[in-house]
């Protein structure tokens, strides 16, 4: 087992033990550490949430074939320096050549895409973000829907968004040199395989209020004094399911993307960890028979990657989910888990019926999903048990499956309403069907009622807006910042006949 953290930094090697660990990234990053008294300032915070982009970085992950590094962007100040283990970090600074800046950079300047600068660091790591992306598809221009679903996670007060993308527009991204060229990858990975996957364990930093010297609860009822903090990566699902069983009040951690917008605003501790995202037996990602397993600790990216082909609608819907930099970092696991009402996945596995796969020292067990959540943010979901991966049977040649998200904005919002409608369909009538709502309850919430109305009907638009004014008074929706009661309730019925019209212009032919 080691005691220390290893990975690079521009090239430089970094070893990092006890409290540094628990630091934000930007925090590593901005403010010096013991290892190096360089402080890469070019590194952004403005909103501390993941929501502005001016702190993105790329992170290099080495490939499993061992013969170089998949670079993505992230936003360092919601990632933490444990996550950093055996990666390889590129900032602003690291982008620059040794006689010149970056073709990148150059484009900024010359496109007058930097105003204040403050937000220009993060751009330019998202554009090499891209330039990772699509430099090896032959394309010698990023398309407008590139750039913009790319840069969705930059935000930019005083410049303004057609200069931005006036310079993504001006470069061969082919003609850019990927970030591997400019660093000796070779030894870097010689060096991570030298180190091997053995877990690690950390002493963390005690968190100012917290009383670490509170009795504690085990798994089996026994009383005990609290176990001093640590931060724990384990490399095996053994490893893991030993580790929660010994300390179930520990904070299990993928992709914190979550957790680490509430670390920044204090509202929780993140000193006792689990650091899960090394566990290779729960970043699997695959289709068995007719259902799409998921892996606990596969991020949105793979996920949206994957899904393109197979669930087209869940694809579009994921290209909504966060930003790039989120998506590259999040887990669906770790949506389910957040067990938020508003969690744009969970309408989709409602209606396709998916199962979570559950364990701990004492076994497995399969939960469907309406029975994992009990209530608002409360889950079947024992301490010492984690969720190992998702099964969800996928759509057969006659059913129809519509997704929708109700935001303010297109791009990095909460959703206002979010829906989901599968369908099966014989003869122009509805077999069966499967809706559900989120945004309008303490939980995602099926319409049962306006289920069974339309079960046996013909698919018109009749039958629709009848069942949508049925399932406006199956909701309970409250009145927040982002939208009345009353509106989400004309919302949900809306988006019956909506649901009906999108149908109508499919391949499979309903009746109008």
């Known amino acids: 087992m080691r005691d220390n953290l290893i ?3 521009n090239r430089t090697r970094h070893v990092v033990r006890g409290s540094e660990a628990a630091l934000t990234l930007t925090e590593y990053l901005r403010d ?4 190096d008294v360089q402080r890469l300032v070019g590194t952004k915070v403005a909103c501390a949430e993941g929501d502005c982009g001016a702190c993105t970085v790329l992170v290099g992950k080495p490939l499993n074939e061992g013969d170089g ?7 360092a100040c919601i990632a933490f320096v444990y996550q950093m283990d055996r ?8 982008i620059r050549r040794e006689d010149a800046l970056s073709e990148v950079q150059t484009a900024m300047v010359d496109c007058h895409g930097s105003q204040c600068g403050f937000c220009t660091p993060g751009f330019v790591m998202a554009l090499h973000g891209l330039v990772e992306e699509h430099s090896c598809n032959g394309n010698n221009q990023l398309s407008d829907d590139a750039l913009r679903l790319g840069l969705s996670g930059n935000l930019c007060r005083c410049t303004g968004y057609d200069q931005i993308l006036d310079a993504g527009r001006s470069f061969d991204p082919t003609a850019v040199a990927v970030v591997a060229r400019q660093f000796d990858t070779a030894a870097m990975l010689a060096d991570f395989t030298a180190i091997g996957d053995r877990p690690v364990q950390l002493n963390s930093r005690p968190t100012a209020g917290i009383n670490r010297t509170a009795d504690s609860t085990s798994t089996n009822g026994a009383v005990g004094k609290a176990l001093p903090p640590e931060i724990f990566l384990p490399s095996t699902l053994d490893d893991l399911l030993a580790r929660r069983a010994e ?5 299990l951690v993928a992709g914190a993307t979550d957790l680490g917008v509430q670390h920044n605003h204090g509202r929780i501790s993140l000193d006792d960890v689990i650091f899960t995202l090394g566990v290779e037996e729960l970043g699997q990602i695959e289709i068995e028979g007719n259902e799409l397993i998921i892996g606990a600790t596969v991020s949105w990216s793979r996920i949206e990657s994957f899904v393109c082909e197979h669930v087209p609608e869940y694809h579009q819907m994921i290209t909504r989910f966060g930003s790039p930099q ?3 970092a999040g887990t669906l696991a770790g949506n389910l888990a957040n067990a938020s009402p508003v969690a744009d996945s969970i309408p989709f596995h409602y209606v396709a019926g998916s199962t979570i796969e559950l364990a701990s020292i004492r076994g497995t067990r399969q939960v469907p999903i309406e029975e994992f959540y009990l209530g608002y943010k409360q889950l079947d979901l024992q301490p010492d048990e984690v969720i190992v991966s998702v099964r969800t049977p996928l759509p057969t040649a006659n059913e ?3 997704l929708y998200k109700i935001s303010k904005r297109r791009d990095m919002d909460i959703s206002t309403v979010s829906a989901a409608f599968w369908l099966e369909l014989e003869d122009q009538k509805i077999r069966t069907a499967r809706i559900a709502t989120g945004g309008v309850g303490p939980t995602v919430i099926r319409l049962r009622q306006a289920e069974a109305m339309l079960k046996g009907q013909p698919m018109t638009v009749q039958a629709m807006r009848a069942a949508g004014r049925k399932g406006r008074d199956e909701i309970t929706p409250i009145s927040d910042v982002r939208g009345s009661d009353s509106y989400r309730l004309q919302l949900v019925e809306n988006l019956f006949v909506k649901c009906f019209h999108d149908l109508s212009s499919s391949p499979s032919p309903v009746e109008v």
Not at 69 to 75: K, L, N, P, S, V
Not at 87 to 94: C, Y
């Open 247 to 251: 300390r179930p009040a520990a904070t």
């Open 400 to 402: 129809r499956l519509k």
């Open 32 to 35: 010096g550490h013991e290892n």
């Open 7 to 9: 990975f690079y930094v």
């Open 87 to 94: 990666r390889h970090v590129i900032t602003v600074e690291g």
């Open 326 to 328: 989120v998506r590259h």
């Open 69 to 75: 590094f998949e670079y993505q962007t992230i936003d």
